[in-house]
């Protein structure tokens, strides 16, 4: 059963959508997952909503919500600071925390691409989250861009733009806005999984605070907890190299996995064999019944 709601983040409201499994007793609590959306996206998205069904035909409550600035939730249209989303999340666990339907103490979060990062982060930072699963992720965001600006120039063009967008707000107290493939280059062929009402355009603070933001650096935290990470061996959006470092720094039990024959958008496709990988991960890891 799909239940839309709104749930207060820091002073916001975030557009959310709580799904329980059809099998649920009066009563009963079930283990939850928090889905996240990626850069600028919302969850709508096929990489949320796939992900959002297998899950509620295992027995998983979850749960998919915008985050601020996207979609229809509150905060300023296409301002993504990588903390804000962190809060977010963590406003989203504290409100599962409370629901009658789910046990507090099994809580997961799963994110792709922008959304994997803030899934580490949030699950480094907070004790709370159970479990993570991380898909075409990123930890670094400086190697990052490095990476997806690999072009002759192209990656002295970003730090350019970086500087020119600090300059602007010290001059005019105004954000320079830039294109979102300006940010995160993205394959035209790719482009179809960029949903409506995705955000086209942001401020540079969105790529500065992307630049910064370093989810690899709490990884290590999160153990004993589980922690799955899932990347294309060949990325055409993430270089995939970003979650192999995160998997060098995380402590056990972490697996990574890395498949040929699919791209960025893994969760977005029929991809069985990525799907296998993630069922039985969680039967290990995070099992609907103790």
Known sequence: M???LTIPSDGLELAAVLTTPDDMRPGERRPAIVVLHGFGSNMDAGNVTRPCAM???????TIRFDMRGCGASGGEKGRII???QVSDTRNVVSFLSDHPAVDASRIAVLGSSFGAAVAVYTTGVDERVAACVSASGWGHGERKFQGQH????????????????RLHRERTGQA?????YDIVPIPHGLRTHVVDRSVQTFPHDTAQSMFDFRAEDVIGRIAPRP????HSAQDSVTPTEQSIAMFQKAGQPAELHLFADTDHFMFADSNTRVHHVLTDWLD???PVAR
């Open 55 to 61: 899950l509620s035909k295992l027995g998983y409550v």
């Open 227 to 230: 922690v799955l990470l899932l």
């Open 150 to 165: 690999d072009t002759p120039g192209a990656n002295a063009k970003f730090l350019a733009m970086l500087e020119a967008g």
């Open 2 to 4: 799909d239940t839309r």
């Open 284 to 286: 290990r890891y995070f």
């Open 176 to 180: 320079m806005m830039v294109s979102r």
């Open 82 to 84: 990588c903390l804000d």
